[in-house]
């Protein structure tokens, strides 16, 4: 099983499949159960590479306050770790942050998708997605919270096994309290430097970061295309897996 270090944190990282890379960049506080439906549609024709973010999984916590820049250090470790020189980011949430902050500082990113991304942490609140691990309870009403209203109506048994997979691999109160920071300080302000093509997903129904804050990012981008998810929630690569999907692998085909 691959880990990573920086700065004495070790960082767990699975990769699967041949072809170019496709870095995976997680949530605030989420394991890397998210990227379960992207790691299936992808892994094969290109190598799919699926991290821990510290604080979450198999990666050890952070020990001290992080900052975008520093989960941006840990993606690039991981890239130099496994021999990666290049490769296609993709992002949600927080993890979106993370991919803009390689691309503006990195020669590494050959695209971005970013999901459910803003240009800057007052854009997006994660708070009510949040629960501890141990909070069966609370990792539900934040499922709930992130997913369209629809979804989480018509698909019962796929909650209860998104709790489960919360209570394994999510970030601890401290660990989230961390990554949460690092969201919250984060400001890109000169996104117009940024030109690698970009796929910018959002869901029309995202409640924590809302679909206006979708909108602002593929405008300042100027190499992005907006495409929107009607009627889904902030997690909008779980819940319409397979429209994402699509979307993504025309990225990766021309990109």
């Known amino acids: ?3 990573a270090s920086n700065d004495d944190v070790s960082l767990y990282y699975e990769t699967d499949g041949d072809g170019e890379a496709v870095l995976c960049c997680g949530d605030v506080g989420l394991g890397a ?22 604080g979450c999984g198999r990666s050890d916590d952070p020990p001290a306050d992080c900052t ?17 020189r290049t490769a296609h980011v993709v992002g949600a949430g927080l993890g979106g942050m993370v991919a803009l902050e390689l691309a503006r500082t990195t020669g590494r990113v050959q695209s971005l998708t970013l999901i459910g991304t803003a240009l800057s942490g ?10 501890p691990p141990t ?23 796929a909650i209860s096994q998104f709790v489960e997979w919360r209570a394994a691999e999510d970030a601890d109160p401290d660990s989230w309290e961390k990554q949460a920071a690092a969201l919250s300080e984060f400001v890109i302000e000169k996104p117009y430097e940024i030109t690698e093509p970009t796929l910018v997903v959002h869901g029309t ?15 300042d981008l100027p190499n992005a295309d907006l495409f929107e998810i009607e009627g889904a929630g902030h997690l909008a690569h779980v ?17």
Do not use: K
């Open 122 to 131: 007052d854009g997006y609140d994660p708070e009510p997605m949040y629960a």
């Open 239 to 255: 819940e319409a897996s397979r429209a994402v999907n699509d979307r993504l692998r025309t990225l990766l085909e021309t990109a």
């Open 33 to 54: 159960w998210q990227w379960g439906w992207q790691h299936a549609a992808l892994a094969g024709p290109y190598e799919t590479m699926v991290a821990d973010t510290r």
């Open 1 to 3: 099983m691959p880990y």
């Open 205 to 219: 129904d995202d409640r924590l970061c809302p679909i206006a804050r979708g909108h602002e990012l593929a405008d």
């Open 135 to 157: 909070d069966e309870t609370g990792l539900r009403q934040g499922l709930e919270a992130a997913l369209s209203r629809e979804f989480v109506d018509e698909q019962a048994d």
């Open 68 to 84: 975008v820049e520093t989960l941006a250090a840990d993606a690039v470790e991981i890239l130099r770790d496994h021999g990666v």
